[in-house]
């Protein structure tokens, strides 16, 4: 009955510990020579900032398996607060 306590315990942390290494990074066009690409992800009319855009494409990135993004561009048309953008994904 002890052991269940330290084993549930050790799945549970390396559970938490896997979710957080597989967190994409962002990274500039300097940082991606030498990765390799694999795809581009974009957002249109994303409701909010230009960081929750950036937030959307990062989200994005980390479900297509990326390890690393370099977002290409982020607009608004005019006086919106609809944001698009397009970011490029590595390993």
Same mark, same amino acid.
């Given at each position: 009955m002890n052991l269940k306590y330290p084993t549930i315990l050790a799945v549970a942390l390396f559970a938490t510990t896997s979710f957080t290494a597989m967190a994409a990074t962002e990274i500039d066009s300097q940082q991606a020579r030498g990765l390799e690409s694999i795809g581009n992800v974009s957002v249109s009319a994303q409701r909010g900032s230009i960081d929750d855009a950036a937030q959307k494409l990062s989200q994005k990135a980390e479900e297509m398996g990326a390890t690393h993004y370099r977002i290409v +561009?982020? &607009?608004?048309? +005019? &006086? @919106? @607060?609809?944001? @698009? +953008?397009?970011a490029e994904l590595y390993k």
């Open positions: +561009g982020l &607009d608004n048309p +005019g &006086d @919106s @607060s609809m944001w @698009s +953008g397009t």
